[in-house]
Nanobody, 123 residues
């Protein structure tokens, strides 16, 4: 089983870019489909993007399509989320999650989670 650690969050102005990284430790990273979710205060956790085991994109939420890109690096055991044209409504805690074999857009389908990293978009 893998353990996940996110990094790269912070405070940025609207229109800025930010890259989040999620590093996996433990064995079997290649068996996991990976996803990013986010949760704003008082709101449910929502799907952002997911990627299949081989690195092909599974899906991207409509709210971030064209602005956010997810990729994975098997050599470094990580996935990242490149975020551009950030908006105040992107403010949330961002979580990476892993699921054996198949990607999904539903948080209940994921058993392996990182601790989250805060992204705040504000002028």
């Amino acid at each position: 089983q893998v353990q996940l650690t996110e990094s790269g969050g912070g405070l940025v102005q609207p229109g800025a870019s930010l890259r989040l990284a999620c590093t996996a430790s433990g064995r079997g990273f290649g068996d996991y489909a990976m996803a990013w979710f986010r949760q704003a205060p008082g709101k449910e956790r929502e799907f952002v993007a997911a990627i299949n085991r081989r690195g092909s994109a599974f899906d991207v939420a409509d709210s971030v399509k064209g602005r956010f890109t997810m990729s994975r690096d098997h050599d470094q055991n990580l996935v990242d989320l490149q975020m551009t044209s950030l908006r105040p409504e992107d403010t949330a805690v961002y979580f990476c999650a892993g699921r054996l074999w198949m990607a999904s857009e539903y948080p209940a389908d994921y058993r392996t989670w990182g601790q989250g990293t805060q992204v705040t978009v504000s002028s």
